[in-house]
């Protein structure tokens, strides 16, 4: 078997990209007028102005043909058929069936999964009524005002990015806060203002066995938040989530308070699923399943539109043209919109912990590029801190440009005003300021004033930000990183490097808690920072 740089469909792409790496987008827009046109596609109710690339009709056709030598198409099939394409884990990845409408059949092993995900659903949108009613009450008869995620991952960065995402649809008499970090510092500044009579905690863990999770706070344990009370008290102050029914019940959360989900989805993948409790909650189960509406769109996009209109494909396929031919590093995503604030680090875990990997699916080291580093802010704040470097940098950095074209909250010019500066952004990048173009300068300091442009992005625009929306934006990109891997060969459902961290945390945690000195066997750098610990610990 050819590895992936020795196939043609590469090959060819490598003899291209020697070909057509100093265009400028200058010139590439002025030989063809039509270009917008020509590189926008739309589908699932979001525009993708991909003509700021640099990229020729004959780029996109060789971008084409690499998909369809890596099958695209047919990985993707055998992903919504069920099969085990997590190969390290023998697992199904399913997350497409987390929003497939009721009636839908979804099998894995022979078991159709969809009536399961309703079901779910329906004991989700029974209980967040309750809560957002004020039915549901607290051990001492006061109404829920306070809902805590605690959380860390897939358990907390999609709940959280949603629920900033989706405030202005949340009920804002509600309180909502994440807990993630172990660092003490997280569970304080979350709590410290609210009444634990009127606090309900989500406990969010696939697994319920993951360190930070599992140590704030237990139910039923001496403390402020946690009083040993009446068993009643955490029946009404504490709920969980998980795949992991025993070790729910050994936390000492009556499972008659779990909301299920499976081992066929993905942490990263699992927003969608009962880990989104907190944000129907937040939202209103309505608000949550035109959510999940806008998650299927782009999934029927993806299954169904030919990959020169397929907007993730597209994108998969522009990321590996930059990471792979360019050298590109990263991928910034900067969103224009105050409420997608977590939107890149959203993706950073989507994307960074999905095709960080170095072995493909065969497990041979792989003898070329794989995921890029993703990172970002929102417009207009990252203008005025790190966008110089993107204009007038020595690195190629591609950025994608998230906008909407419909306020949430009107006020005065601002909406126009940042929409102008999405604009300009993308045309700055791509076009730059040559020598000759006004404002003149003195001759001495043109060379600090020109910007040499052909900064490659994508635009991607939506009407405005609403839960369908932010359903389809982030099947967009979940799409998109499986179309990379796909290509890269690589397994985009595990994480197996981010284990070995905790192993060697979970020696060390003994070590520092010791009451003797521990024997140390670490190399000497880490046993003198667990002695320094340890001794201003002690002193
Ligand atoms: O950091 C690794 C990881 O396993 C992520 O993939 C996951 O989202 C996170 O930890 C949290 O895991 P859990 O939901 O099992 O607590």
Redesign the pocket.
């Known amino acids: 078997m050819p590895t992936l740089i020795e196939t043609p469909a590469w090959q060819a792409l490598e003899a291209h990209h020697a070909k057509i790496k100093d265009a400028h987008l200058r010139e590439l827009f002025a030989e063809d007028k039509n270009r917008a046109a020509k590189f926008t596609a739309e589908g699932a109710g979001l525009l993708l102005d991909y003509s700021k690339n640099r990229i020729t009709e004959e780029t996109l056709a060789f971008l084409i043909d690499l998909a369809k030598e890596r099958k695209i198409a047919e990985r993707r099939d055998a992903m919504f058929a069920g099969e085990k394409i997590n190969v390290s884990e023998n697992r199904a990845v399913l997350h497409v069936a987390l929003r497939a409408p009721r009636g839908e059949v979804i099998e894995t092993d022979g078991h159709d999964v969809v009536p399961d995900v309703h079901a779910v659903l329906d004991r989700m949108a029974a209980f967040a009524d309750k809560v957002r009613s004020g039915e549901w009450k607290g051990h001492t008869g006061k109404r829920i005002k306070n809902v805590i995620n605690i959380?860390?991952?897939?358990?907390?960065l999609g709940p959280e990015m949603a629920y900033l995402a989706l405030r202005p649809y949340s009920d804002r008499d509600m309180t909502f806060r994440f807990v993630s970090n172990v660092d003490g510092a997280c569970f304080d500044e979350a709590t410290r203002d609210l009444d634990p009579e009127e606090t309900l905690f989500v406990i969010?863990?696939?697994?319920?066995?993951?360190l930070?999770?599992m140590t704030t706070p237990r139910p039923r344990a001496p403390g402020p938040w946690t009083r040993s009370g009446p068993k009643d008290a955490v029946a009404k102050h504490f709920v969980a989530v998980?795949t992991n029914t025993e070790g729910v019940e050994k936390f000492g959360i009556d499972t008659a308070n779990m909301f299920a989900f499976w081992d066929w989805v993905?942490?990263?993948y699992?927003m969608d699923s009962a880990?989104g409790l907190s944000t129907m909650i937040a939202i209103g189960p309505d608000n949550f399943r035109d959510l999940l509406a806008g998650f299927h769109e782009m999934d029927e996009h993806f299954r169904t539109a030919p990959p020169e209109k397929n907007l993730p494909m597209l994108m998969g396929l522009l990321t590996v043209w930059y990471n792979n031919f360019f050298g590109a590093q990263t991928l910034a995503v900067l969103p224009y919109s105050e409420h997608m604030k977590r939107f890149p680090a959203y993706l950073q875990?989507l994307q960074m912990?999905s095709n960080g990997k170095h072995v493909d699916l065969a497990a041979a080291h792989v003898n070329y590029q794989t995921g890029p580093i993703i990172w970002g802010e929102p417009g207009t704040d990252g203008q005025h801190s790190f966008y110089q470097l993107i204009h007038q940098g020595t690195k190629l950095i591609p950025c994608d440009l998230i906008g909407f074209l419909t306020p949430l909250r009107p006020l005065g010019r601002h909406h126009d005003l940042l929409m102008a500066n999405l604009f300009a952004q993308a045309e700055a990048l791509a076009f730059g300021k040559t020598a000759a173009e006004p404002p003149s300068s003195p001759p001495a300091q043109t060379p600090y004033r020109v910007t040499e442009g052909n900064r490659p992005t994508n635009m991607i625009l939506a009407e405005r930000l609403d839960p369908k929306t932010l359903g389809r934006l982030v099947a967009l990109y979940e799409h998109s990183v499986f179309t990379q891997g796909a290509v890269w060969d690589i397994d985009s459902f595990d994480?197996w490097g981010?284990e070995l961290g905790?192993v060697l945390a979970n020696r060390i945690i003994p070590e520092l808690e010791a009451k003797d000195p521990p024997k140390l066997t670490h190399d000497s750098s880490t046993n003198a920072l667990i002695e320094r610990y340890r001794k201003h610990k002690l002193s």
């Open positions: 959380g860390i991952g897939g358990s907390y969010s863990s696939k697994t319920f066995t993951t930070e999770t998980s993905g942490g990263r699992s880990i875990q912990e994480q981010v905790k």
